[in-house]
């Protein structure tokens, strides 16, 4: 069974960072593409970024280029986002998601707030 489990989210001023964990089990991690979606209530989940199984091939929404930054490290089964420069618009639920399982994690809340 597929498990995602995201966290590292939290309050932070404009301008800060924080970085985005997502530790997946019950799948071959490693030979997936993973991804990182954000939602507002009233919205749709959207795309922030992607990456493909064996690290590279990363694509990004263009409100982060240049400022969030997807990563992986399959020898521990983790997801990352790297997110510097916060602004109040990137506040969202950040969702883990593997497209291949169309499986998602439970998300965590990241608030840009002075």
């Known amino acids: 069974q597929v498990h995602l489990v995201e966290s590292g989210g939290g309050v932070v001023q404009p301008g800060g960072s924080l970085r985005l964990s997502c530790v997946a089990s019950g799948f071959p991690f490693d030979n997936y593409d993973m991804a990182w979606y954000r939602q507002v209530p009233g919205k749709e989940r959207a795309l922030v970024a992607s990456i493909l199984y064996f690290g590279g091939g990363t694509n990004y929404a263009d409100s982060v280029k240049g400022r969030f930054t997807i990563s992986r490290d399959n020898a521990k089964n983790t997801l990352y986002l790297q997110m510097n420069s916060l602004k109040p618009e990137d506040s969202a639920i950040y969702y883990c998601?593997?497209?291949?399982?169309?499986?998602w994690g439970q998300g965590t809340q990241v608030t840009v707030s002075s």
């Open positions: 998601y593997t497209p291949t399982r169309n499986s």
